[in-house]
Structure formats: structure tokens, C-alpha cells
């Protein structure tokens, strides 16, 4: 069956930098575009970051310029650079894939100070 295990998660102060990556197995990964998403308490979950089959990746305003995703096919594992992290981005941030992004990981929590 399909997997999605993100990892990386963590407390840090304002300013600083997180890696976040998901473990993808039981799908042929490469045919798919892969997304973050995150999710704050008492608000809606919204796209972080996706990136195509073929590498091309788009970033949401909000990260623009301090997050970059990023895939490797030969190892099925995706990636967030988080660098000038702010309280804002304090969220569970969530993996994706499949058709429609019908997959999903259990989440990483990342918390800003």
C-alpha cells in the first residue's frame, strides 16, 4: 500500500531553518507531482509548495523566497528547505501525491518562536 512518512519537523526560534522530508513507497513516484501543505490550529489547510514529475516547482507567496521543495526520483523522497522561518509558519506540515493528491503522510509539526 502507499506510504508517506514525513520527518524533520521541530521547535526553532524566529529566523532559523528546518529540512522536511517524506518517504514515499508503494507508488510509482515519479509519475507524480508531489505537494506540502500545512495546517495551523482553527485554520484551513493550505498548499505550501509542489513540484511536477518533472522536477518544475512552484512555491506559494507566502514562502516565496524562503522555502524551496525538492524531489529525488531515484530515492522516492521529497524535500522542504525552510530557511527564515517565521511564528507564521507554525503548522503541521503534510506530504502529498497521487491522483488528485489522494495520498497522504501523518504530518511533521513545526513550531516558530
Known amino acids: 500500500h502507499v506510504q508517506l512518512v514525513e520527518s524533520g519537523g521541530g521547535s526553532v526560534q524566529a529566523g532559523g531553518s528546518l529540512r522536511l522530508s517524506c518517504a514515499v513507497s508503494?507508488?510509482?513516484?515519479?509519475?507524480?507531482?508531489m505537494a506540502w501543505f500545512r495546517q495551523a490550529p482553527g485554520m484551513e489547510r493550505e498548499g505550501v509548495a509542489a513540484?511536477?514529475?518533472?522536477?518544475?516547482?512552484d512555491h506559494a507567496d507566502s514562502v516565496k523566497g524562503r522555502f524551496t521543495i525538492s524531489r529525488d526520483n531515484e530515492r522516492n523522497t521529497l524535500a522542504l528547505q525552510m530557511n527564515s522561518l517565521k511564528p507564521e509558519d507554525t503548522a503541521t506540515y503534510y506530504c502529498?501525491?497521487?491522483?488528485?493528491?489522494?495520498?497522504w503522510g501523518q504530518g511533521t509539526q513545526v513550531t516558530v518562536s
Open positions: 502529498a501525491t497521487g491522483g488528485l493528491f489522494g495520498y
Open positions: 508503494g507508488i510509482f513516484y515519479s509519475n507524480y507531482c
Open positions: 513540484i511536477s514529475s518533472a522536477g518544475s516547482a
